[in-house]
Structure formats: C-alpha cells, structure tokens
C-alpha cells in the first residue's frame, strides 16, 4: 500500500532547513577562511587561495542550485569539495589558526550536511564521514608523524548526530501538527460535505415540490379542467428532475430570467396569471442567487394563480448598491403568514428557504383581505451561511473558509515548530554539555582559577537544562519566572568561566562554556523574538570580550582564531535562533497551503458526492414518478383516466412524506402521516387520524416502510379513511382503513419501496378487503440489538 507523502509542514520545514543549512555554511566558510589567511603565514597564502578559492566557488554554484536544480551527484560533488578542500587547506596555512579554522568550517559543514539532506540521510551521513576523515588527514599533513586527535574526530561524529537527532524531534513535531491539523480539516471537511449535501438536498426537495409534485398532486384532484397545459409542464418537470443540481457557474442577467416566468400553468383552460412587468434592466447576478430569485417567483405566481383569487399581479426588479431586488404583489384575498402550517412548504422551502441558501433574505408581507407582497432581496457582500447551519449556496458547491481556521491551524504548526527547536536545543544542551564539555571540564582543572567555580557553574547550568527539561518535556511553555531566572543563571555562568580562565586560553580547548551556554539561551529565548537572543549573545560574547581585553589587546592572529571561534559558535547558534523564527513566521504560508490543499479536497468531495446522490434520487424517481411524468408529457397517459389520477395521487403523497421527512418536530412518524392525509384531503377525502400510546424513537429507513402502504392507499382515497397510529413498549403499527375498497391494483404499490428505498428492516404488511373497505397495517417491533428504545 503506498505510504502518504510528506504534508505542508513537513514539506516547508524540510525546504527551509535545507536553504538554511546551505547559507549558514556558504557564510561560515567565506568568513572563517578570510580569518584563516589572516591568521597564516604569509608564504602559504597563494596556495592556500588556489585551495578555498574553489571551495567558495562551490558554494555559490551550491546556491545557485536552489533556484534551477542540479542532479544530485553533482550536488553531492560540490558539497564534499568544499569540506576536501577546506581540510587539504590546513596544512599550507599552517599554524594554530589553521587547525581552528579547518575545524570549524568542518565541523558546520559536518553539522548542516545533516540539514542539507536531510531526506537524504545516507548522504549526509556519507559527508559527514568524508569530513571528519579530510581533517584528521589535514591534521597529520600539519604535524607528520603525530596520529590524529582523537578527540576531534570524536567532537565531529557527535556534531553529525546532535544535527540528525535536533532534526527529527522538530520532524516529529511538525508531522504531530501536520496529523492534528489533517485530522481538523477532515473534520471540517466533513461537516462541509455534508452541509453541501444538505442544501443540495432541500433544493432538490423545493425542485420536486415546485415541479413533479405540484403537477401530479393537480391531476389528482379532478378531471374538470383543460389540461392543454400539461403535457409541457410535464416535460418541464422531467428536465428540471434530470438535471444536477449545484453545479451552475458564472453570471446571469436577471432580468432576462424574469422574463421567462410563466403565468401560471395550473389556471383551468386560458385563465393564466397576467403579470405586469416593470424590471429595469440588465441585472447581473451570480447564477446561484439568479436562479433562486426565478425559482421562488415562479413559485409565487403560482401560489397567485392558485391561491389569490385574482388573474392579475405585478413584477417588479430594480438594482440596489451592489445588489438586486425583486418584488412580486397581488390585490387578491391575502392570508396570515404566520398561519400557513409548517407542513406548506411553497413559501417555507421554495421562497424563504432558497434566499437564506444562497446569502439573500424573502419576505412576505400580506393581510387577509388586502393583497400579498413578495419581495427578494440579495447583495453581493451577502455570504451563504455556514457550514455549522448546514447551508450553502446553491451555485457552485463551495467550502468556505473561516479566518479563525486558518489561524488554529498556523497557530499549531508555528507553536510545534518552535516547541521543536526548543527540544533540540535542550537535547544538544544536554549531551553536549554531558560528553564534550564535561570531558574538557575534568581535563583542564589545573587551568582554572579557581577550578570549584568552573566545577559549581557546570553543575548550576545543568540544573538550568533539567528545569527547562521539566517544562519543555511535559509540552508545557516555560514560564517566565523560569525563564527570566534561567536567563540570569546562564549569563553568571558565562561571566564565571570567563573570569576564572587565562584570557589566552579564552575560547580555546579548556573553555567549556563558550560554545554550550548558548544553546541553553536558545531553549529558554526559542519562542521569542531573535533580537533578545541576539542581545543574549553578544552579552556573552561582550563578557569573553571584557576578559580578553583586561589582560591587554590581542595579537591579529590570536583575535583572529577568537573570530574564527565566535563565528562558528555563537554565529551558528544566532543562525538556529534565526531559523527558527523563520520557521516560526513560514507556519503561515503552511498553514494557507494546507488549506488550499483542504479547499480543494472538499470541493471535490462535494461533486463527486452531489453528483452521487443525484444518480440515486434520480433512480429512485424512475420506478414510479418519471414514467408518469413521461407518459403525461407525451399524451400516452391521460389526466382523465381515474387510474392514473390515483396513480399520481400516490405519488404526490409519497412526495409529501419525503417533504416532510426533513422537517423538526418531536414526532418525525406522526409528521410523515399527517402529511400523506393532507394530500387526501386536498382530495376530498375525509380522513380521521387517531394516536394511541406513548411515542417513541424510529428510524427514518423504518418510518419509510411503515407510512408507504398507508401513503398509497390514501392517495386513492375518495371518500373516507381510518388512519390510526398505535404505539406499544417494543412496536409501532400503523393502519388504515378505506371505504374506497381495492380493484387490486394497489397492490404492487403497496408492497414496493418508498422511491426506491430497500425492504430489509422487518416491517411487516398486512393487508385485508372486507366487503367494499380495505385494511393495511405496517407493522415493526424493535430488535432486541438495535439499542432502539420505543417508550
């Protein structure tokens, strides 16, 4: 199975140190071999040039290959040059500020090839091995017949792993971040989806109710009308179901939609709404929005043509500062808003629904007796909600992103980072402080004066390593009071070591502190700004300085090896700090990285998912709604057939249930009822409904099976019904019974699945004709595992 690449931050992180790594070096050999020729003996100074000369000419081709890449043998040629002949250098300079500066290019060049290939290991470890080798060769070219110190090569293979091991704690670090934010984004992207799932699905719902549902419900209820209109509309309704929802882009001039609205395609015979148009034109508008505003008003006039009493309204349109409004008002019989039952969903789903989708608002404004007023609104600032109220626009699926977002996640990496680097720098604190310091610490005693201060500053500067251990370790910030006194601590160290070593030997061998103190700043400062670690160092080396010159100036050759030693060090601990500010700062070009990445996951997540559940609500239409549809579109059907009235009134009140089936109420198989005997009534039927016992929880795939064999029987009732809903500990029955009787062909209806929905939840069906009445009861007890409590 193939291993997941590398994520944002892991992928910044590894450039970043990469190009740190190769600067820190290109410098660190320019200066310390400028030192190196100042330091030497003036004879060696041709041959020494025609030596680093090239090792600098190999650094810049090094750089320059971090803007057009080389192969990388030949990357690897370049870098083990520089280390060749840096180290063959040493012996033509000659002298002790030969050997500091051949060791200090050698032993950064040691320490960032770990950097440098880092993904790559092998290779840096191979360079590593070619350096250390280069000086103790160096070494003995310098002084023949002595064997090479083995404490060099000792110093060098640690430098090499304190690289490696500094590199893969902040690695890890990074990818702990990477893997939290991944697992945030999938979260959101997840609820994103299925917001985007949602909307999609209530506009498909408000596309079925404004279109199939609407026709079929209307042939239903009678043959006494002129139905010209209607193979159409029919067509109509087939177009609008087949297409995919969500996937409309661009712009549209608005006022051109409005001028495609129809009059009212359910008016008997010629009686159409006559709109008076007024739209002052063009209005561009996104689709999104365009489409909504056509929509709800095509539902509109057709509440007109069916509810007002009036064959007249007018439409008007008109541009607003960065947006559009439409209006749409009658002078017929007006109604109470606030009256419509939840259960209506022409105004509900169709026109309020469809705005608040896209970022718009609709209101209604109508009193019985004094007209009805429509009026759309949307501007371009408006937002579609977000994906925590489970909306979005309906135009193309987007997934948006919250600014608050964005900066938990470049919180997270850049705090993983920084929390990174303080654990290297702890770790090479540590074992820096336990090998090499400590091995020239018991070696130089007799240097000391006195040798119990340079003993008592080791010993106090490990309990600043092992009080910041106890913070850094446990994932907490250190805190100030730490801080501030670990600062002080490591500060009256440097000044001790300082005073109590001949100023000669300052920086030298016998002084441990020099090159350690600094990394223990690092770990207490790595989270603020550089200019205070900055300060930090060249406090210390200000102290070192102090120490030097109160014993009178120094040679140029002895300051020169002191240069050489304050640039590889505290030059190389300032770099780290720099590095990890930067890496601190670039937690921000990650964190928008991850989520372009994100954006673009969800976004396909959405299509491909939108288009899925359109596949499937299509194919479960097409067992019984389409061939309606497509038998009324093209006149092999005929709404004065009583069996195809009925058939379309089952239908309708299957569709009426699936409406009902997203609404919130506190009894979802009582709502999913009522809304199949509305329809019956809409009828004529009339339809008792009656609830016994105490309600309980049912899932919707059960409520589904229950309320389709009712839904089908109501949706042939003419006369009258018994709907009754009976609720025990462990079972729900739900029954019907019909005066209209049965020809038996309810009955593959009756025992198909609700739009294609399978059968496989236990619900039984029982089904009995006495006389001229039918009774059906659907019948589900809960299992004892399903964990599903009725009472």
């Known amino acids: 199975m193939p291993t997941e690449g590398p994520r944002s931050g892991e992928r910044l992180f590894n450039v970043t140190v990469e190009r740190y790594g190769l600067w820190l070096r290109s410098a660190v050999v320019c200066l310390c071999s400028a030192l190196g020729i100042v330091s030497a003996d003036p004879a060696g100074v041709p041959l020494a040039l025609s ?31 520089v280390v060749v002949l840096t180290g063959l250098a040493q012996p033509v300079l000659g002298g002790a500020g030969a050997d500091v500066m051949a060791e200090a290019v050698v032993g950064i060049c040691v320490i960032t090839f ?4 880092a993904v790559r290991p ?29 404490a060099t090569v000792v110093r060098f293979l640690v430098l090499a792993g304190l690289s490696r091991a500094a590199y893969l704690i902040v690695r890890t670090r990074v990818r702990a971040a990477d893997r939290s934010a991944a697992a945030r984004a999938a979260s959101r992207r997840e609820a994103e989806v299925a917001a985007a799932r949602r909307a999609t699905e209530r506009e498909y719902l408000a596309t079925l109710h404004d279109t199939a549902s609407a026709t079929l419900l209307m042939v239903s209820q009678g043959d006494g009308r002129d139905w010209s209109w209607l193979p159409p509309r029919a067509r109509q309704d087939l177009e609008a179901l087949s297409a995919v929802p969500g996937f409309e882009a661009g712009s549209v001039d608005l006022a051109e939609l409005l001028g495609c609205v129809p009059g009212g395609a359910e008016g008997e015979g010629p009686a159409l709404v006559r709109l008076g148009t007024r739209v002052d034109g063009p209005l561009m508008v996104p689709s999104g929005p365009g489409l909504a505003i056509f929509n709800g008003v095509r539902e509109a006039v057709t509440n007109v043509a069916r509810h007002a009493g009036v064959r007249e309204a007018e439409l008007r349109a008109w541009a607003e500062e960065d947006g559009v409004v439409v209006e749409l008002s009658d002078a017929g019989r007006g109604f109470d808003p606030e009256s419509v039952p939840a259960r209506r969903r022409g105004i509900s789903r169709s026109i309020v629904g469809r705005m608040r989708a896209v970022g718009g608002s609709a209101t209604i404004t109508s009193f019985p007796g004094s007209g009805t007023r429509v009026r759309w609104r949307w501007h371009a600032e408006a937002r579609a909600p977000r994906s925590g109220e489970g909306t979005l626009a309906k135009g193309r699926p987007r997934a948006p992103r919250l600014p608050a977002q964005h900066a938990a996640v470049v919180r997270l990496i850049g705090g993983q980072l920084v929390h990174g680097a303080q654990l290297a720098a702890l770790l090479i604190s540590l074992l820096s402080q336990f090998t090499l310091s400590l091995r020239q610490l018991t070696a130089y005693q007799d240097v000391y004066r006195p040798a119990w201060a340079q003993t008592a500053a080791f010993v106090w500067l490990a309990v600043v390593a092992l009080a910041g251990a106890a913070c850094l370790l446990r994932g907490r910030r250190i805190p100030p009071g730490v801080r501030g006194w670990g600062l002080g601590s490591v500060l009256a160290v440097s000044a001790v070591c300082a005073f109590t070593l001949p100023p000669e030997r300052l920086t030298g061998a016998e002084d441990w502190a020099f090159g350690l103190v600094g990394w223990h700043a690092l770990f207490l400062l790595a989270d603020l700004r550089i200019r205070v670690f900055a300060a930090f160092l060249g406090a210390h080396v200000g102290l070192n300085a102090t120490a030097v010159l109160l014993s009178g100036p120094p040679a140029a050759a002895e300051s020169a090896v002191m240069g050489i030693a304050v640039v590889s060090t505290c030059g190389f601990q300032l770099a780290t700090g720099v590095l990890t500010r ?4 670039a937690a921000s070009t990650a964190g928008t990285e991850a989520a372009r990445e994100e ?3 969800t976004r396909e997540r959405i299509q491909e998912d939108m288009q899925r559940d359109h596949k499937e609500r299509y194919r479960a239409l097409t067992a019984t709604t389409v061939p309606l549809l497509a038998g009324l579109g093209h006149g092999v059907l005929s709404p ?5 009235r009925q058939r379309c009134g089952v239908e309708a009140a299957r569709m009426r249930r699936l409406f009902a089936e997203s609404d919130a109420v506190s009894d979802p198989l009582l709502n999913e ?6 329809v019956a009534e809409r009828q004529g039927a009339t339809i008792s409904l009656a609830v016994r016992g105490r309600r309980g929880e049912v899932p919707v795939e059960v409520r589904r099976e229950l309320i389709d064999p009712v839904a089908v ?11 009754t809903v009976v609720w025990t500990p462990r079972a729900v029955r739900v029954s019907v019974v019909s005066e209209d009787g049965t020809d038996g062909r309810d009955t593959a209806e009756a025992a198909s699945a609700p739009h294609g929905h399978g059968t496989d939840n236990d619900v039984s069906v029982a089904r009995t004709t006495r006389g001229g009445r039918l009774w059906v009861e659907a019948g589900w007890s809960r299992p004892a595992t399903s964990g599903v409590e009725l009472t």
């Open 51 to 81: 030596l680093l000369v090239p090792a600098l000419l190999a650094c810049g081709v090094r750089l320059y290959g971090l803007r057009r890449p080389l192969p990388l043998s030949g990357l690897w040629t370049l870098d083990a040059a």
């Open 114 to 117: 770990q950097q440098e290939w």
């Open 122 to 150: 092998m290779a840096g470890a191979t360079l590593a091995v070619v350096g250390t080798a280069v000086c103790a060769l160096g070494d003995v070219l310098s002084s023949p017949g002595h064997s090479p110190e083995s």
């Open 582 to 585: 930067q890496l601190h700062g």
């Open 599 to 601: 954006e673009l996951r």
């Open 640 to 644: 004065h057939d009583e069996d195809v």
């Open 673 to 678: 009822v009522r809304a199949c005997v509305e």
């Open 713 to 723: 029987i109501l949706g042939r009732t003419r006369s009258t019904a018994r709907v």
